[in-house]
């Protein structure tokens, strides 16, 4: 059975119409002072979610300097054995807030100020809210040093774009960085799931072969449980 890439098609068609959008180009510069080379993309499925941000790759390496990535103002601070781990949210005046996660320290007066609210709240976990006044920052100063706190397997920058007023996730890929990626995926399968159940239950696994046409299944697909 021939089988056309709808999933994919559709993942495309979403991007191409948020790309009509008209994000700002280079009003956001690069967060690090190494060319940005991925880890992991927007929207990559993950076990339970869809990836929501960035990962940029730190040359398997921690302690290297993090910018702001514009002006504005640490909005939020938030310290996690999970998740973001050490995380800096930065609220900018054209309406969009930058998150940088799996950080180690934070730049020194910041850092300050947490470690007195840990103690002040007597917890190593704690989430911080921050008014405009307090933490302002310029593009390109240092706010952290990069790390592998939280939810990491290895040292990368989580770097995301967010409505600030919806705190909706966008695709920073779509705001004009430089991004040094350019070998396209391969499909190597797709995965068949009962309506309804996705986290349920086992996929059914049907290998692909890329052709002229693109790509088909090795075999026919074909269901005893359902709709799919």
């Known amino acids: 059975m021939k089988f056309t890439t709808v999933f994919t098609g559709c993942m495309l068609a979403a991007q191409l119409l948020r790309a009509q959008e008209q994000y ?7 967060p690090l002072d190494i ?25 398997e390496r921690e302690n290297l300097n993090v910018y702001a990535a514009a002006d ?15 995380a800096v949210y930065i609220t900018h005046p054209n309406g969009y807030t930058t998150l940088y996660g799996h950080l180690n320290d934070f730049f020194p007066a910041l850092q300050q100020y947490v470690v007195s609210q840990q103690y002040a709240k007597e917890t190593w976990n704690i989430d911080l809210n ?57 499909a190597g399968s797709i995965a068949v799931y009962r309506e309804g159940s996705v986290y349920e239950q086992n996929a059914q696994l049907y290998p692909l072969k890329k052709g002229a046409d693109g790509y088909s299944t090795l075999k026919p697909l074909t269901t005893t449980a359902g709709k799919i």
Do not use: W
């Open 24 to 30: 700002p180009r280079g009003y956001f510069r690069n």
């Open 35 to 59: 060319p940005i080379t991925l880890a992991g993309n927007f929207a990559e499925c993950r076990p339970n979610h869809f990836h929501t941000g960035l990962d940029l790759k730190t040359n």
């Open 72 to 86: 504005g103002y640490v909005s939020r601070v938030s310290i996690s054995h999970s998740g973001y781990g050490n």
């Open 130 to 186: 921050m008014n405009a006044g307090q933490f302002p920052v310029k593009k390109g100063q240092l706010i952290a040093l990069s790390g592998t706190t939280g939810g990491s397997t290895g040292p990368h920058v989580h770097f995301e774009i967010r409505d600030s007023k919806t705190e909706h996730v966008l695709n920073a890929a779509l705001f004009g960085f430089a991004i040094n990626d350019n070998i396209p995926p391969v």
